[in-house]
């Protein structure tokens, strides 16, 4: 195959974990050995820290955790997000809920939340440019056309201060508060640092949750050591977690991780039920067992029984109707009163 040929075959895969353009994919291989180059050491301590806030989310956007692609860079990394989703009935904006989930504020006497040492470097149209006191890096959050970091930051803080919290993203220096919470809770704040090659890398393969997962919904939290990944798709699509597997760990353009132990109910006796749930749990770590972390995926599939959006929702969001009818079928009459009863039988309790 004549090389520009091959460019733009793996400008096509590429697109594939970060979600970007393939001409953008294209120009950084041209320029670059690397398919998806790995960040430096105190940039992918950073990505990790706000992946593992991001990762929080439990809204229902147009991509899984509400990111729509990556532009991944050797020292930073943009973080193209999307754009507003419903909660409870009012339009919910992705860049509001971002700088909620990073950037840092302190409860007095009681802990800090966000990315410890988190600060704000920059404001430019859409973008928001991130970094840490000590380690440095840089990650930018480009909002969606028309996004005023500005005055979101502004209202943010007001709203903090009148509720007796304390904003922290703006200070040159590191607070009482963080210094605190750093002694108290250090084994969690360092968490994200220590296993930064696999924030890192999930952050900058993220639109593998998108374009290789059938999963409408997508979540994460940390649990007794484990980076957990809880993935839903809807019953009768097929659960293809052997797929998402492959490319993640892919040995060219994946993470360098192996299985370390699963269980799967793909073929369990209930498992054609749709009044089910069947879950597929698989346990991840790094080829080298010396290197620190394991992520955890959680694939479940969920039938009419169980509480599931209005796939209106996602499309009102933004989401590609291509990817909606991919992963959330339209339900049938019958389902819809088996999902309704539930819901009220539930609702009732």
Same mark, same amino acid.
């Given at each position: 195959?004549?090389?520009?040929?091959?460019?733009?075959?793996?400008?096509?895969?590429?697109?594939?974990?970060?979600?970007?353009?393939?001409?953008?994919?294209?120009?950084?291989?041209?320029? %670059?050995?690397?398919?998806?180059?790995?960040?430096?050491?105190?940039?992918?301590?950073?990505?990790?820290?706000?992946?593992?806030?991001?990762?929080?989310?439990?809204?229902?956007?147009?991509?899984?955790?509400?990111?729509?692609?990556?532009?991944?860079?050797?020292?930073?990394?943009?973080?193209?997000?999307?754009?507003?989703?419903? %909660? &409870?009935?009012?339009?919910?904006?992705?860049?509001?809920?971002?700088?909620?989930?990073?950037?840092?504020?302190?409860?007095?006497?009681?802990?800090?939340?966000?990315?410890? /040492?988190?600060?704000?470097?920059?404001?430019?149209?859409?973008?928001?440019?991130?970094?840490?006191?000590?380690?440095?890096?840089?990650?930018?959050?480009?909002?969606?056309?028309?996004?005023?970091?500005?005055?979101?930051?502004?209202?943010?803080?007001?709203?903090?201060?009148?509720?007796?919290?304390?904003?922290?993203?703006?200070?040159?220096?590191?607070?009482?508060?963080?210094?605190?919470?750093?002694?108290?809770?250090?084994?969690?704040?360092?968490?994200?640092?220590?296993?930064?090659?696999? /924030?890192?890398?999930?952050?900058?393969?993220?639109?593998?949750?998108?374009?290789? %997962?059938?999963?409408?919904?997508?979540?994460?939290?940390?649990? $007794?050591?484990?980076?957990?990944?809880?993935?839903?798709?809807? &019953?009768?699509?097929?659960? $293809?977690?052997?797929?998402?597997?492959?490319?993640?760990?892919?040995?060219?353009? /994946?993470? $360098?991780?192996?299985?370390?132990?699963?269980?799967?109910?793909?073929?369990?006796?209930?498992?054609?039920?749709?009044?089910?749930?069947?879950?597929?749990?698989?346990?991840?770590?790094?080829?080298?067992?010396?290197?620190? /972390?394991?992520?955890?995926?959680?694939?479940?599939?969920?039938?009419?029984?169980?509480?599931?959006?209005?796939?209106?929702?996602?499309?009102?969001?933004?989401?590609?109707?291509?990817?909606?009818?991919?992963?959330?079928?339209?339900?049938?009459?019958?389902?819809?009163?088996?999902?309704?009863?539930?819901?009220?039988?539930?609702?009732?309790?």
């Amino acid at each position: 195959m004549p090389a520009k040929g091959r460019i733009a075959q793996r400008a096509r895969i590429r697109k594939t974990f970060t979600g970007e353009s393939a001409q953008h994919a294209q120009e950084q291989l041209l320029s %670059s050995a690397e398919l998806i180059p790995a960040a430096t050491d105190r940039q992918a301590a950073l990505e990790s820290q706000v992946m593992l806030s991001l990762g929080g989310g439990r809204e229902y956007w147009a991509h899984p955790l509400g990111i729509a692609s990556v532009l991944p860079f050797k020292n930073r990394i943009i973080i193209i997000l999307d754009g507003a989703t419903q %909660s &409870y009935g009012q339009p919910f904006e992705m860049n509001l809920h971002a700088a909620q989930l990073v950037l840092p504020y302190a409860e007095p006497e009681i802990q800090v939340n966000g990315v410890i /040492g988190l600060r704000v470097s920059g404001m430019s149209g859409r973008d928001l440019s991130l970094t840490h006191l000590e380690r440095g890096g840089e990650v930018i959050l480009r909002g969606v056309k028309g996004t005023r970091w500005h005055e979101i930051l502004s209202e943010l803080k007001d709203n903090y201060r009148e509720a007796g919290l304390v904003p922290l993203w703006h200070l040159d220096k590191q607070s009482r508060h963080e210094i605190d919470h750093e002694n108290a809770y250090r084994k969690i704040v360092n968490y994200g640092t220590v296993i930064s090659w696999l /924030g890192s890398g999930l952050l900058r393969r993220v639109a593998l949750w998108h374009t290789a %997962s059938t999963a409408y919904t997508t979540s994460s939290w940390k649990s $007794d050591g484990d980076w957990v990944f809880e993935l839903d798709s809807y &019953y009768g699509i097929g659960n $293809d977690h052997g797929k998402f597997l492959s490319l993640l760990m892919d040995a060219k353009w /994946g993470i $360098d991780l192996k299985v370390e132990k699963y269980t799967c109910e793909c073929k369990a006796p209930w498992s054609s039920s749709p009044y089910h749930m069947k879950a597929c749990y698989y346990y991840l770590t790094n080829r080298d067992s010396s290197i620190p /972390g394991r992520l955890q995926l959680r694939f479940r599939t969920l039938g009419p029984a169980y509480e599931v959006q209005d796939r209106e929702q996602f499309l009102e969001a933004g989401a590609e109707p291509s990817w909606v009818d991919r992963v959330y079928p339209a339900l049938r009459k019958d389902e819809k009163a088996s999902t309704q009863s539930s819901l009220v039988s539930r609702r009732s309790k």
